[in-house]
Structures are given as structure tokens and as C-alpha cells.
């Protein structure tokens, strides 16, 4: 299906932050139901969320490059964690596992998705996704307080069977809900 000019214009620009997790395969889905309502999507990932999804799977399915190096360069001066956070409307970082999450609340930026995280000046969502002992535990909700308090969005994980065969709150919301979670940020 061809977009027209005027759609083309309503397009906003989303970087998605993808971490380690089983949850980053939704991730997939995630940046095709983002395109699917008019948003241009670019992704910035982990090296562990490489051992779930591949760089290549993401970059077919969005037709841009994934920030997976923050030294990387291409031959141009700018420095990716940079112009991706100019250049992004609204981050969600789907899924974000404890690590993450202790990283942004530690103030760390060791890796892509952390480096363009603390540096976006655009509003920010976050899609836990983790085993529930570890969503549960009082230093995760703490971290999870901690960013809520300087305006960091959040989106509950849903409760379920998890992937290690648990049963609890960490698998990761559901795509329509993070869906309705970025348009509400708007």
C-alpha cells in the first residue's frame, strides 16, 4: 500500500529501545503495528537483545539501520546516540528488562538503548518484561518508582505463564496496549 503525501506528514518518528529479553521476538510485531499507525520506526538495541533477535530481522522490517554500537560510524560526524534522540519524537523501550531499568535508574549509559535513553528530550515509555521474582523484587520496583518520579511512562507487564514457566506479573504488555500507551503520550 502506497501512503500518500499527507500521510507521509502525519508520520512521527519512534526509536525503539530493545533489550535482552525472550520478549524482544514481540518487539517484531511491535515496530509492524507501529508502521501501521503512521509512525517512522528505527530501532536501537542491546547486544544481548541480539541473542533473541538479529539486527537484520529489524532493519528489513523498518528499512533503516539499528544502532547496535554506540562508537559505530558510518563516515559521518554524528555520533548515533545523538542524532537518534534529536531525531526521535517518542522512545518506548520494549521489552526493558532489570538490567535496564537499573541502568536508567543508576543513571548509567554503558550501552546504545541506555546512551539514547538519558539523552532524549522526548517523552519516554517503558515495557518491563522480565521473570516475576525479578519484576517483584523490592529493589526493581524501587528503580521502577525512581524513573516514574522524574517523568519516566511505564506500561505494567501482563500476568501470565512466562517463558521460564513461571506463573506471575513480567511477560510483556500486550502490542495493543503499548500501542494505546504511546498514542496517549502524544
Same mark, same amino acid.
Given at each position: 500500500?502506497?501512503?500518500?503525501?499527507?500521510?507521509?506528514?502525519?508520520?512521527?518518528?519512534?526509536?525503539?529501545?530493545?533489550?535482552? /529479553?525472550? *520478549? %524482544? $521476538?514481540?518487539?517484531?510485531?511491535?515496530?509492524? +503495528?507501529?508502521?501501521?499507525?503512521? $509512525?517512522?520506526?528505527?530501532?536501537?538495541?542491546?547486544?544481548?537483545?541480539?541473542?533473541?533477535?538479529?539486527?537484520?530481522?529489524?532493519?528489513?522490517?523498518? #528499512?533503516?539501520?539499528?544502532? +547496535?554500537?554506540?562508537?559505530?560510524?558510518?563516515?559521518? =560526524?554524528?555520533? *548515533?546516540? &545523538?542524532?537518534?534522540? #534529536? =531525531?526521535? #519524537?517518542?522512545?518506548?523501550?520494549?521489552?526493558?528488562?532489570?538490567? &535496564?531499568?537499573?541502568?536508567? %535508574? %543508576?543513571?548509567?549509559?554503558?550501552?546504545?538503548?541506555?546512551?539514547?535513553?538519558?539523552? !532524549?528530550?522526548?517523552?519516554?515509555?517503558?515495557?518491563?518484561?522480565?521473570?516475576?521474582?525479578? $519484576?517483584?523484587?523490592? !529493589?526493581? #520496583? +524501587?528503580?521502577? /518508582?525512581?524513573?516514574?518520579?522524574?517523568?519516566?511512562?511505564? !506500561?505494567?507487564?501482563?500476568?501470565? +505463564?512466562?517463558?521460564?514457566?513461571?506463573?506471575? @506479573?513480567? %511477560?510483556?504488555?500486550? &502490542?495493543?496496549?503499548?500501542?494505546? @500507551?504511546?498514542?496517549?503520550?502524544?
Amino acid at each position: 500500500m502506497r501512503l500518500s503525501s499527507s500521510d507521509i506528514m502525519k508520520k512521527k518518528n519512534l526509536l525503539l529501545g530493545v533489550s535482552g /529479553s525472550i *520478549a %524482544a $521476538y514481540k518487539a517484531c510485531d511491535l515496530v509492524r +503495528r507501529l508502521q501501521d499507525n503512521h $509512525y517512522e520506526v528505527s530501532v536501537v538495541m542491546t547486544a544481548c537483545a541480539e541473542k533473541f533477535v538479529t539486527p537484520l530481522t529489524f532493519e528489513v522490517l523498518t #528499512q533503516r539501520p539499528v544502532c +547496535r554500537d554506540m562508537f559505530a560510524r558510518d563516515g559521518q =560526524w554524528d555520533m *548515533a546516540h &545523538i542524532s537518534l534522540a #534529536q =531525531w526521535a #519524537q517518542v522512545m518506548v523501550i520494549a521489552p526493558a528488562t532489570a538490567n &535496564i531499568i537499573g541502568k536508567l %535508574a %543508576a543513571g548509567l549509559a554503558d550501552d546504545p538503548v541506555t546512551c539514547v535513553a538519558i539523552t !532524549i528530550n522526548a517523552p519516554l515509555l517503558i515495557a518491563p518484561a522480565m521473570n516475576t521474582g525479578m $519484576y517483584s523484587n523490592a !529493589i526493581v #520496583q +524501587r528503580n521502577i /518508582s525512581e524513573l516514574k518520579k522524574i517523568g519516566m511512562n511505564f !506500561i505494567n507487564p501482563k500476568e501470565g +505463564r512466562l517463558a521460564c514457566g513461571d506463573t506471575g @506479573a513480567g %511477560a510483556l504488555a500486550e &502490542i495493543n496496549e503499548i500501542l494505546a @500507551a504511546i498514542k496517549s503520550l502524544e
